[in-house]
């Protein structure tokens, strides 16, 4: 998501189609490597609903298992990650509290400190690639704020969103205190609408 923004604010620059294919080729390629060499952290992700931040909040300060918060999309829903026996503990635990649990059908450690390893290996990606103050003003959803206009601090702030926990609520009331009201959904569903709505 955030290579996208990156592309449409113009903050990540190419001269033509065939040079944003050789970039994501590249991309692909490192992914791949990893992913050949078993260098992709794995576990079990699970959609929680239905249950207010503060009483999930208080769940995980107390429940004693090593889960991590993901994926914060809105008030109801977040996305935890964790091993296998901890999430569907914790899937049973946040139901009996009245949660909306679903366990998503992947389990790589996206946007969690374990996946620094692979963010660390997408840093030669970001390396090549050209960038600079865009057209557009961009958030990062990693940190809620602008991006800043240098390209080693947009480097690095993208690469690290890989393993950063996605604050996609946070970002949204951000900018939505600093006046934007309109938000338009380009992709192929309406889930961040309802996210936004």
Known sequence: GENAALLA??????????????????LNAIYEELKSSDRIPRGALLTVGAISPEALKAYLDDCDMDIMLAIDNCPNQIVLFGQNVEIEK?????????????????GRAYHTPLFEGVSSAFGKFYQTVDVGPGHTQLYSCATTALFNDEADDIRALANSQWSSCVRFRETIERM???????????GPAGNLTSFVQ
């Open 176 to 186: 939505h205190s600093e006046g934007f009201r309109v938000f338009i959904e380009a």
């Open 9 to 26: 604010s113009g903050t990540m620059r190419n001269d033509t189609d065939e040079q944003l294919s050789e970039k994501m080729r590249h």
């Open 90 to 106: 914790a899937s049973v635990e946040l139901g009996k509290l009245g949660g909306l649990c679903a366990r998503l059908p992947f």
